[in-house]
């Protein structure tokens, strides 16, 4: 099913599901979601809910994925341009390097990075959902 389709047919689960699976490495636009409900009526409050939700939940497998899996993924990024660059950041940034988590291409394996290095989770959730609900705050401000 499209995005299209999952926003139209599901509402806000279509949308947090749309944006969980964003979250994800895998390289698909949430925000173009977020768009495509707050123009199908979606009021911005829920949109804004479910987006973050899903999206901010994605985070946090990818770091369980990093943190429980830590040596296979590391390999895996490192065959990855943006994947090598996320573990550079979090390696010598540390928390720093969080400030990119938002950042699309490099936000989804920093995330892994995070895991891989061990980071605590609370502070990485508060930085990296933070940043999430904020990136989302502003595409609906964009579109008011």
Known sequence: MDMQGL???????????????S?????ISSEAALALALANGMSPSVALMSASVGNCSACALNYGLGWWFGHR??????????????????????????????LPFIGD??????GIAGMPFLPFAII???LRILRYAAVIAGMQ
């Open 7 to 21: 926003v139209a047919d599901y509402g806000a689960i279509g949308l947090g599901f749309f944006c969980f699976i």
């Open 109 to 114: 394996p920093l995330t892994i990075a995070s």
């Open 128 to 130: 990296v959902f933070g």
């Open 23 to 27: 979250g994800t490495i895998l390289p």
């Open 73 to 102: 993924m590391h390999t895996k990024l490192m065959a990855s341009r943006f994947g090598a660059k996320a573990l550079h950041w979090i390696e010598s940034l540390r928390w720093w390097g969080l400030a990119g988590s938002w």
